[in-house]
């Protein structure tokens, strides 16, 4: 039961890189047509993350190499502990790929508002700024939410796939 945990955990976390990535590819395309770097997204995550520390008496330089971390250690983490409460609670488990995708979109949307909640916080946005974080960050979220739970949805078959392929 522990070594399955585990497993499921450490599939979550790649589940979750993978869905970061595949997220950052829609933001990179929506950075540009926006008319921003693509980096811009990053730097502002790294920014926030500084703001936050700061207010703690901990000071990091911010910017694009801190918000890469934090966006991608996120990323991992809450793949890993969606996957983890899936596996859990039986209650939890989707029966239908649909509504797999719609419990990852959900969770993400859920469980990352604390984080999208304090940039207005820590930093000074104007109301306009505050919106446009908001409904990016809701689709991206959303992208991020779905590509979870497709994987969560296949979990079982894709470790079990890679079990059978394993050298024995």
């Not at 979550?12 to 693509?38: K, Q, R």
């Not at 029966?95 to 797999?100: E, P, Q, Y």
């Amino acid at each position: 039961m522990k070594d399955e945990l585990t497993r499921t955990v450490l599939f979550g976390t790649a589940a979750g890189i993978i869905a970061t990535i595949v997220m950052d590819i829609f933001v990179a395309v929506a950075m540009l047509a926006m008319g921003n770097p693509v980096a811009f997204m990053f730097s502002f995550i790294g920014d926030v993350a500084a703001a936050f520390f700061s207010r703690l008496n901990v000071s990091i330089a911010g910017g694009a190499p801190w918000g890469i971390l934090f966006h991608y250690l996120f990323g991992l983490g809450y793949g890993g502990l969606f996957c983890a409460l899936v596996a859990r609670i039986p209650r939890l488990k989707p029966d239908t790929i649909g509504k797999s995708i719609l419990l990852g979109i959900v969770y993400i949307e859920i469980f990352s508002q604390p984080f999208l909640a304090s940039a207005p916080l820590v930093r000074e946005m104007s109301a306009p700024d505050i919106l446009q974080w908001y409904a990016l960050s809701t689709m991206m979220h959303a992208i991020y939410g779905a590509v979870l739970g497709v994987l969560e949805h296949y979990r079982a078959a894709i470790l079990s796939g890679m079990a059978a392929r394993a050298p024995a």
